[in-house]
């Protein structure tokens, strides 16, 4: 009897074990197996994991005046932009939109549309509810429910129509309309009980034009700028020939901590892959030659590439003529130079995104829209300013890259061009705009610096009275 217990004692034992290492291996293949727990895939190309699909946006009531009048007031003007010889959108009386238009168009002015990311943003909130299903910006009409607070003024059309006057009185504030326009932007904001709350952090300004907002940086250094880089917010001295960063003078208002680099709006139209035809030419570049700051490398640069085979240097402006120019010379180009001018970057980038002609990057202190969303090393090509430089180094380098290779760089171009589109097809940008674009990118840019922005203004209300800490602004 004592033999049949043990015996049995030792099976249910055995079945014990059996049964353990079963569920072990089950528990071991459920783990590694499981959608939770397998290893992460490579970074989107456009995309970002987010914790929610919008972010809260209120817009600060602001007079029309200080954006759509002011678009009002430019159309109603009949006299030329000063510093193109032929303006498009003052060449022939008449063609003006209706004065009853709610929402009038934005400049053709190349000048004035390739900083247009001001207008295409606050029409997507402009328009109904109803229409705004593809928006990650949830516009809310309590100031209490916002994660930020946005301020629609149109400061680069307000810049860029006093420089287009020709009164020379921009950087003065007598007798500057663009002054007074700025000053009424910052007194409003300043006294709402929103600005006071956070001291201006999670107010939105739209400053592409580098030259925006000029006379009011420092009050408005505190808030989210959305900017195409920073080059107009520091200067390089004006003797150093490569922009080496130990001759920039840094400033303390903007940082990628809390702002956003955006998009030019591209002046050229878009090619799809399919229409893509055989490039003939190495390398091309339509511009001015002379240009101040950073802008020095590129007299350089084309001292050494304007008589090499294969490569074209035209110099040229974005009028009429400059346009079809540009669009023949990109499309039948393999790559396109992107050398920095007065600023790090230009439209000139995307441009050739939108024209499949690969951009070679030769600007050491560029920042790039929508990084770690974009993978720009993927249809770019990144060349150090001291590498360009070097006598017949760059051909050759472009030289060595294959045919299969460069078919990648314009695969991977192709399908990316969408981001970088702001203009949504409908009248005034009232309407539904698409998910995958410039405009949604931008807030969700805007979106992942929340918790930071969240914590500066928790930091702020902890001070002491009458105590004041340095500003910190770290760009990298």
Known sequence: MAMKSSSTAKSLFLTFTLLSLLSLSLFIFLFFTSPTTQPTTPLSQTTLPSFQNSIKVYVANLPRSLNYGLLEQYWASNHPDSRIPADPDHQIPGTHFSKSTKYPPYPENPLIKQYSAEYWILSDLETPGELRTGSFAKRVFDVSEADVVFVPFFATLSAEMELGSGSGAFKKKAGNGDYSRQKEVVDFVRKTDAWKRSGGRDHVFVLTDPVAMWHFRVETAPAILLVVDFGGWFRLDTKSFNGNSSDMIHHTQVSLLKDVIVPYTHLL??????????????????????????????????????????????????NATGREQSIEGMRSSEFCLHPAGDTPTSCRLFDAIQSLCIPVIVSDNIELPFEGMVDYSTFSLFVAVSDALRPNWLVAHLRSFAEKRRDEFRQNMGKVQPIFVYDNGHPGGIGPIPSDGAVNHIWKKVHQKLPAIKEAIVREKRKPAGISIPLRCHCT
């Open 269 to 318: 139209p878009r090619l799809q892959l399919s229409e893509n035809k055989k490039r003939q030419t190495l390398l091309y570049f339509k511009g001015a030659k002379h240009r101040h700051r950073g802008g020095l490398v590129r007299e350089k640069l084309w001292d050494l590439l304007v008589n090499e085979p294969g490569v074209i240097m035209e110099e040229g402006f974005p």
